[in-house]
């Protein structure tokens, strides 16, 4: 089917055409179908982005290699899809067999062709009135699970829906919005489950990990992320503050099969800016946990920032990696925080085995050898304020990083940047903001450096780095034609070198890029998309 | 200044360089600067694009020939610039001397660095909360005269802007919003004058065409679309209904200086869709009027369609062509009308030459030898419905055609089409909706036919069409390198052979392309740019 083809047929033939092609594949092959098998071996099968960060080891680094350092010069831009929102996209595209789904604020679904940007198919879910979000209407993507597509949506449901058509095959109730819940991350499709998590964290919610039957909607464990009363952990809270205590999970967690962990970062304990009605540790607020993914069990936990009052979630997507650590092979875990430090930790146990900033921080003298910070005097929120980096946004948040086994380097957004943050008293109220002040943004964005950075994950130095001007929130992509792809706020999509950080390729997308990218290949040529502003871009290689 | 020092400064200090830069050259060149010259002589100076339809004679026909049939395949995304904005963009953007100022729906206007796409400003008029609009909140740009921007608004005003900060410098009512009255069409600077017509032809307005004096607002002439009591033509009103009959003037006109005669054409006659309260010929609706620019004095008129009852504007733009016709050299106008005729006129006297169907008719049996439309029977709206060609959008519409000179063809975008009319009562309201019936589609967009079609002056015989899916409503560009640039609805921006039609070249924007294409060169090399659904898209060739 040609380009020309496509583009002239009409789309209720080109529907047929596409129903007719997949039921005679159907039954022999996998098209427009992922088993879990695929998600497991999708390292193996670049042409497909099958998972949110492209594989359960969340490197969101694919082995495609036509687009190279030597040709990134030749990129150029295959198709735009524009979309009628005012919100900007975060969405990550799934990639299965040149069909690509996307979500767009406010819960919609899109399949779109991915060799022409052309929709098949757009689900609206179908919101109520009244939602309570900390922060915009987003949604960071569907998961797939044979031809299942899953949706978290804004007022806290999961949802089912045909990915031939669209069509909404179950809905279940993940939490009560009115309780202060919405989900807003991609899901995690697992065997037959999905694992979703929860936000809420200014709005005094108890965080949860859920697992879902994939064919049914039917819970099968559910993780809090706050220990409840008489369980380990519960005595790091004060009084009944644990109830309250926030801790959600809003970001999509990583896989180890061989060790059967689910790993997910937990996001800031409530109130927000405010830690003096919740003293203690405030267990297992922006940790890390490793969950055993049939039960939910929680394995091994490690904690980056105790009795957090600066809102350095630990949202960041965690990066299994399998390599030479300390003269014998390790299975680690890359995590570059929201509180500007980067940790490498050991995926079976979660010990502590790296750790150091990669982004301007002013609030701890370091960690000492357990991984615990030792804050500097004078760093928590005052009534006059107190300037401290890194930012409430953090040095760097949920925007993905990547490794690459080729140059066996850590990459990240980073950010060096400060806040000026206030003290202040914080009232619960159920579905009401809880949260102690407001951060005030001690210097405009520009002022700031934005820069992509390299990390060795044996030592946490760094390796190169690429400012970017001016801001970035962008996600990382690496690929084996040893490119880093990135963007920015100011619309522009890069291509990097991933052993120097130097500069390959860049294009202007025109809108704010607040997503990660991804590649694939559609009629054997590989592409690389990047959601930004209202908008889908896909580029690949001129052909002349 | 490279690519590289722009990306890389901050805006602060860009915005000032670019204060200095110009305030150093101001005294010694026209830099951003526009001047009636630069009007008089748009073609000879192609790197910039001045007015609404590139040139007086909206030709539409720019002489810049870097981009050629050969490497038009070639062309690649230079620069996108998306809006936030949920209406699609209509605008046409002015281009002086790489300054890009575009208007986004609800009257903003954006100066863009060309070679970039990113914002030196941006002007928000404040709109009131009231509007009387027929259709959407568009506007399709703004007109430029020294350093100043002359925008109409929503709300029937006209305003000045100054070109280097987007300071507002003046302000005037041209007419009553409450009273039906709107602006959407880009002004047209005339020596030291602002030419603006209004919209309102579904609101019983009075339409006219005014002057307005760019240095202060102040108000040259009017000249009424309608003859008021005693004058000729009023006589082709039934009773009073000449007071409220419609007959806007919403498009830009075009402009003879040797002839000092201003070119425009008139919309729809009130009520719409009923003709049985207007009984006449309805001067000077549907009609192509020639004005002395200086005084607004009709010199002569041309009505394409008499009495017309099914919504068939002449909101097209007006094409000047100096040719031989008849074994001498002749000034001629040419029209592709939306009542689906196409005509050439002698634009000294009015005088009709040639007149032919460039699109689906069903209405008329042709052209008598004034032009005037040899009805058939049972065409006008009926009670049970009455299905004619062509479609009430027109088989032509404002979308700009283009004449090329070396050709000698006149290109449109054709639309082969049907709509079921109806008959109703109309009753008029001030700031009402004054309308007799609703027009039903009779089938979808995509069962019809689009087509950009090429025909020749002298006898309005189709030379060539090159038909495009789904439906077409965008705008024709032509070039000195052979090229005729058009879009769809689904979004593709392409490249034809201006003598067969072929495509030579098409890119996906992702939006629904209802703009006008424009060509203009920065630091010397060609672009071309195009708006398309929320955004302008900017592409050139590649450069290796």
Same mark, same amino acid.
């Given at each position: ?19 007719? !092609? ?312 890359? !995590?570059?925080?929201?509180?500007? !430090? ?203």
């Amino acid at each position: 089917m040609t380009d020309r083809l496509i583009q002239t047929m009409r789309p209720r033939f080109l529907a047929l055409f596409i129903a007719l !092609f997949l039921a005679l594949l159907g039954a022999s092959s996998a098209l427009a179908q992922t088993t879990y098998e695929d998600i497991l071996s999708a390292s193996e099968h670049p042409e497909n982005w099958v998972t949110y960060s492209g594989q359960y080891t969340s490197q969101r680094f694919s082995r495609l290699d036509q687009i190279t350092q030597k040709n990134a010069k030749n990129l150029e831009l295959k198709w735009v899809r524009q979309f009628d929102t005012l919100n900007y996209m975060e969405t990550s595209p799934i990639v299965v067999d040149g069909i690509m789904y996307v979500t767009q604020a406010n819960n919609l679904v899109h399949a779109l062709d991915a060799h022409t940007g052309l929709t098949f198919w757009t689900y609206t879910y179908p919101l109520p009135r009244r939602l309570t979000l900390c922060c915009l209407r987003q949604n960071r993507g569907v998961a797939i699970l044979g031809d299942r597509l899953f949706m978290g949506t804004l007022d806290a449901h999961l949802v089912a829906l045909d990915s031939k058509t669209g069509t909404p095959l179950w809905n279940v109730e993940v939490a009560d919005r009115l309780g202060g819940y919405s989900i807003t991350g991609a899901p995690l499709v697992v065997k037959d489950m999905v694992i979703i998590g929860v936000s809420g964290g200014e709005y005094g919610i108890r965080g949860f990990i859920d697992a879902y039957d994939a064919a049914t909607g039917e819970r099968r464990w559910r993780r809090y992320t706050i220990p409840g009363e008489g369980e380990i952990g519960n005595e790091t809270w004060e009084g009944d503050s644990w109830k309250t205590g926030g801790a959600p999970a809003w970001m999509t967690g990583s896989f180890d099969p061989e060790l059967n962990l689910l790993y997910m970062g937990t996001g800031n304990p409530g109130p927000d800016w405010n830690g003096e009605v919740r003293e203690g540790d405030n267990l297992y607020s922006d940790s890390l946990l490793a969950l055993d993914v049939d039960t939910g069990e929680l394995k091994w936990h490690f904690q980056f920032t105790p009795h957090d009052v600066h809102d350095w979630d630990a949202c960041q997507v965690p990066v299994l990696v399998d390599m030479e650590f300390g003269g014998r092979p390790r299975k680690l875990v890359l !995590f570059g925080n929201r509180n500007a !430090f980067y940790y490498t930790l050991d995926r079976v146990t979660g010990e502590f085995l790296v750790g150091k900033p990669f982004a301007k921080q002013t609030w701890a003298e370091g960690l000492d050898e357990k991984g615990r910070p030792i804050r500097l005097p004078n760093t928590f929120p005052s009534e006059q304020g107190t300037v401290v980096s890194p930012h409430v946004q953090g040095g760097a948040n949920w925007w993905s990083p990547s490794y690459s086994p080729q140059t066996e380097l850590f990459y990240l957004m980073a950010f060096d940047a400060s806040t000026k943050f206030f003290v202040g008293e914080a009232e619960y109220g159920e579905g009401e903001l809880f949260v102690g002040s407001f951060p005030e943004i001690s210097a405009p964005d520009d002022s700031f450096v934005s820069a992509v950075r390299a990390i060795d994950p044996r030592t946490g130095d760094r390796v190169w780095e690429h400012q970017v001007y001016a801001r970035s929130t962008s996600g990382i992509l690496s690929t084996a034609g040893g490119i880093v792809f990135g963007g920015t706020k100011q619309g522009n999509f890069f291509a990097l070198d991933d052993k120097t950080g130097k500069e390959l390729w860049r294009r202007s997308t025109g809108g704010k890029i607040h997503a990660a990218p991804v590649t694939y290949a559609v009629g054997g040529k590989q592409r690389v998309s990047i959601a930004s502003g209202h908008a889908i871009f896909t580029f690949g290689l001129a052909e002349k």
